[in-house]
């Protein structure tokens, strides 16, 4: 059975923190290999394509950053699929820290 994408086109992959490990597959069914590539625009810093998927750890940055790109999947025959453009928001991770004093908890978030 030939591959083909599982989404839309303009799919939303989601969100992911910054410097936590992430490793998402490509949405494509089938049970054919695939070549994959970006043909346009950039996975963000610190992801890259591997083994039909979508890892690394994503950069530490200074505000949340949402990245365009297209995807281009091709067989080993050279079948070209439709190629999918793809987003990926990268979002600061926030950390809790509790601080005791005489009137109770102070939530402070910390940024990091």
């Given amino acids: 059975m030939l591959p083909t994408w599982t989404v839309p086109n303009n799919y939303n992959i989601g969100s992911f923190s910054e410097r936590i490990?992430?490793?998402y597959s490509l949405p494509v069914s089938g049970d054919a290999s695939l070549t994959t590539t970006?043909?346009?625009g950039e996975l963000p810093a610190g992801l890259r394509l591997e083994s039909n998927a979508i890892v690394g750890?994503?950069?530490e940055i200074a505000r949340?950053?949402?990245s365009l790109f297209v995807i281009r999947a091709r067989t080993t025959a050279h079948l070209i699929l439709q190629?999918?453009?793809l987003t990926i928001l990268i979002g600061l991770r926030l950390r809790a820290d509790y601080q005791w004093?005489?009137?109770g908890y102070t939530l402070f978030l910390t940024v990091l």
């Fill in 83 to 85: 190629s999918k453009v």
């Fill in 101 to 103: 004093d005489l009137t």
């Fill in 64 to 66: 949340s950053k949402s």
């Fill in 38 to 40: 970006v043909i346009s």
């Fill in 57 to 59: 750890t994503p950069y």
């Fill in 21 to 23: 490990t992430v490793s």
